[in-house]
T-cell receptor, first 114, second 113 residues
Framework: GAVVSQHPSRVICKSGTSVKIECRSL??????MFWYRQFPKKSLMLMAT?????????EQGVEKDKFLINHASLTLSTLTVTSAHPEDSSFYIC??????????FGPGTRLTVL | GQQLNQSPQSMFIQEGEDVSMNCTSS?????WLWYKQDPGEGPVLLIA?????ELTSNGRLTAQFGITRKDSFLNISASIPSDVGIYFC?????????????FGKGTKLSVIP
């Protein structure tokens, strides 16, 4: 149980375009989802906490207007990278809490901005 | 903020050997989690620990929640080539309406056949 999916798994886009990444909890409801960014050979960096039906809480240094998060239902959160630039290229991972502080992660999305 | 010290940073072992890695913190956690991440994939939960002193096994993996709530270790017995990957510890703390998950920097495991 506790499966989290992400779509797409890979995306390549041109500089200046926007990209939407979906995160779904497949077999459980998640009132809270999390979005992470991971640089090569580094640990995960929390970007924001997404709460169903309310605004996301962003970590310090993360631009909320650039990384738009929507958590419209108990099983879906989306991250939209707006006006993407090459420095936004990264591995983005979402997670969801199924029970008692335990986070389950999606498979990640590799974003490459040309 | 809370910080986790995970060690070792990397290790090379012979297939069949046992492996041990640990995490320590300056703060207490309610929950300790151990994940494994393969290249290009998201972290996969291996073991979750919810009580101080708890010792939990998952196949060849064994992890313990330190009695002080500030540390945890993960042991892998009789390693095999597919154990290769990066292992992350994570400590979770929730209280007073807040929740925080802090990751260690990872232990990169290489298994020599």
């Amino acid at each position: 149980g506790a499966v989290v999916s992400q779509h797409p798994s890979r995306v390549i886009c041109k500089s200046g375009t926007s990209v939407k990444i979906e995160c779904r909890s497949l077999d459980f409801q998640a009132t809270t989802m999390f979005w992470y960014r991971q640089f090569p050979k580094k640990s995960l960096m929390l970007m924001a906490t997404s709460n169903e039906g309310s605004k996301a809480t962003y970590e310090q240094g993360v631009e909320k207007d650039k990384f738009l998060i929507n958590h419209a239902s108990l099983t879906l959160s989306t991250l939209t990278v707006t006006s993407a630039h090459p420095e936004d290229s990264s591995f983005y991972i979402c997670s969801a809490t199924a029970e008692a502080d335990t986070q389950y992660f999606g498979p990640g999305t590799r974003l490459t901005v040309l | 903020g809370q910080q986790l010290n995970q060690s070792p940073q990397s290790m090379f072992i012979q297939e069949g050997e046992d492996v041990s890695m640990n995490c320590t913190s300056s703060s207490i956690f309610n929950t300790w989690l151990w994940y494994k991440q393969d290249p290009g994939e998201g972290p996969v939960l291996l073991i979750a620990l919810y009580k101080a002193g708890e010792l939990t096994s998952n196949g060849r993996l064994t992890a313990q929640f330190g009695i002080t709530r500030k540390d945890s270790f993960l042991n892998i017995s009789a390693s095999i080539p597919s154990d290769v990957g990066i292992y992350f510890c994570a400590g979770a703390y929730s209280g007073a309406g807040s929740y925080q998950l802090t990751f260690g920097k990872g232990t990169k495991l290489s298994v020599i056949p």
